[in-house]
């Protein structure tokens, strides 16, 4: 894709790629500049790491940025974990980081993929540059999510991850929402408002305790607001992490 910013005109080429960590290959879309502020994207159940691709287009399209969409464990192309749960999901953040030479970096996720994300900020703030989440936040309260027996198609992710991932959201523990107030970065809420099944309530409470937290509601954006707004979602963040990275 071709973008063009004043008299400079960037392709944006997106390059799948895996790596290995520790004997589980990781898969991940990369897009922009190799010398880019990293930005490394999380995507919801059972998302995959393409619905980032118009955003990380976008992004990358001034040159600045470097952006890896990643293919959690037990999801398309990468590796079937021995066992699942979101702070696995969260640990091979700064495993897979590790592995591609990251330093500090922006995290980004969407739904369950935005509750990973907020549980590595609380874990280690200092290896990320800003956060954002898109229509999630680490739960308070349990979701009320049934678990339904198992298609008998073919699934583009391992059965096991669902059990055992929904189970932590139907009953959270209670310390993810106490230590939201460990996410020191700047952090970006996006809430899809009153369209999102997701209580946009509980995501104004959580930024409360972000020491640099900041909400913006996109109404009627739903649930998947990158992939419904895309624009709005784009602008928004962009102008966010500008604002954090300028020199």
Known sequence: MRQRTGSVTFVTI????????????????????????????????????????????????????????????????????????LEALRDDVFRFADAVGLGQFVLMGHSMGGVVAGLAAELNPDRLIALVLEDSVPPRDGLDMPIQPRPDEELPFDWALVPAIFGQLASPDPAWWKQLSEITVPALVLGGGSTSHVP????????????????????????????????????????????????
């Open 14 to 85: 997106t390059a799948n790629k895996t790596v290995d960590l520790g004997g589980l290959a990781i898969h991940y879309r990369e897009t922009g500049s190799p010398d880019g502020t990293p930005v490394v994207a999380l995507h919801g159940h059972p998302g995959a790491p393409d619905t980032w691709d118009e955003v990380a287009a976008g992004l990358c399209a001034s040159g600045r940025y470097r952006f890896a969409a990643v293919t959690q464990r037990g999801y398309g192309a990468s590796g079937r974990g021995e066992s699942y749960s």
């Open 200 to 247: 946009q309530d509980l995501l104004a409470e959580a930024v409360k305790q972000m020491p640099e937290g900041r909400l913006v509601t996109l109404e009627g954006a739903g649930h998947a607001v990158h992939q419904i707004q895309p624009d709005r979602f784009l602008a928004e963040v962009t102008s966010f992490l500008d604002s954090v990275t300028a020199p």
